[in-house]
């Protein structure tokens, strides 16, 4: 069959999987080929059991796959026989070198860059789709163009929005569509080219286009706004803590301002997720470039509250147990960032589990969808951690729950039993405020959410 247009992402993670994934399902007349360096990712995506867990990939891929979509590791041959290159490689955080730990670490950009100037034969459009720090687009036109081989390459920024959890509802009816491009008479028309593929499925007044450094910049801005709001809220936890105030009462007075909006405001141990820090961190490493120390300084902020956050909620499990946690047995309900994932990079869980175990508590780790990369991510902890799908069992004979992770199936739980299952006093530490409170306070729990009143059957002091 002839196709439409020919389209290759490279980089076949938990971005370019479903975005290609929704791309080809919606657009059968598109040829879509997702390649990618590590064989064994390519085997999982040809395969029943894929890579990444998302609601509704599977069935989205199995529609589209060896129709319209296909999965390889031949990325030269994608690159020559493609018109449009989505790139969405990884962008991690520096570890090593100028700005390590807090500039994005760009070599497989660059390297992606190469490859596809030394195998095109052809006019392309390149497709900036990982986040990246502002003007990378400039980066990647000069590696393209270094030759003058009479190939034209087109750089576009197209920041990707989805969320884990919810990645093919958000690519199927996503709140916005951004396109960068440069205003040259080809870019533009570059540009339009996009626009009419996301136009298969997207109404056009959701798809805006801008100027190319303002969408790069647009997408480190919008995940530092996100991250912003819950770390103002986390901040107000720690008042309503001492203050008698409820934060779910406060988010809900404020959050009915319209102005302010009543999404993203609730309390919680710390946002975690492989976006939020990693993007604040890039755009406080641009400001200092650019000489905007206040600026740099305010956005850091961000990241420092979260990081209090999580270490605040160590310190109130060790106060409130006596001051010692040494020997004591903890249940850390899921591990995941969020619900709805099995991703656990940058869960606070895995900051809580560590200093827990410094504290030589002794940890049990469960989560219905995250265990593999709990085990991955605690490899090497100092001290005694097992791990256990079933959370009644995991829980059995433990001095405290830690809820870290907000899953639906927490709160069908059934409390009663597991308090009888526990070593008493019995303590509760919901860093998500997803639990009956009260019910628990009436089982025999000694309860701690986030930002509210304690409720505990010790004395008064
Ligand atoms: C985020 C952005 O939402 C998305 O637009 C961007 O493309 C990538 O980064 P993601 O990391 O998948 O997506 O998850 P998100 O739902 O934003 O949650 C991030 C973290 O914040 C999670 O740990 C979550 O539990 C936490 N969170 C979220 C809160 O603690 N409170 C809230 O009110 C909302
Ligand atoms: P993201 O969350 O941004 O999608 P992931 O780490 O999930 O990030 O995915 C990025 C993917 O890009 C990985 O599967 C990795 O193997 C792949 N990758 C990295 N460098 C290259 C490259 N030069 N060519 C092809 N694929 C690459």
Redesign the pocket.
Known sequence: MDFEKKILCIGAGYVGGPTMAVIANKCPQYKVTIVDINPERIAQWNSDDLPIYEPGLAQVVKEARGRNLFFSTEIDKGIRESEIIFVSVNTPTKTFGAGAGMAADLQYWDKTARQIREHSTSDKIIVEKSTLPVRTAQAMERILTVDDNGIRFDVLSNP?????GTAIKDLENPDRVLIGSRETRSGLKAREELVEIYANWIPRERIITSNIWSSELSKLV??AF?AQR?SSINSVSAICEKTGADVTEVARAIGMDSRVGDR???A?VG??????KKDILNLVYLCRNYDLEEVAKYWEGVVKINDYQKERFVLNMLNTMFNTLAGKKVCILGFA??ADTGDTRESPAIFIANRLAEENAELVITDPNALKNAIKDLDGIDGKVSFEEDPYKAADGCDAIAVMTEWDVYKGLDFERIYQSMTKPAFIFDGRNILDHQKLYHIGFNVFPIGKPALTHFEAE
């Open positions: 990707e929005f989805l969320a884990e919008a995940n996100l819950i993203f405001l609730n919680s946002f975690g997720g492989s976006c939020f960032f969020k």
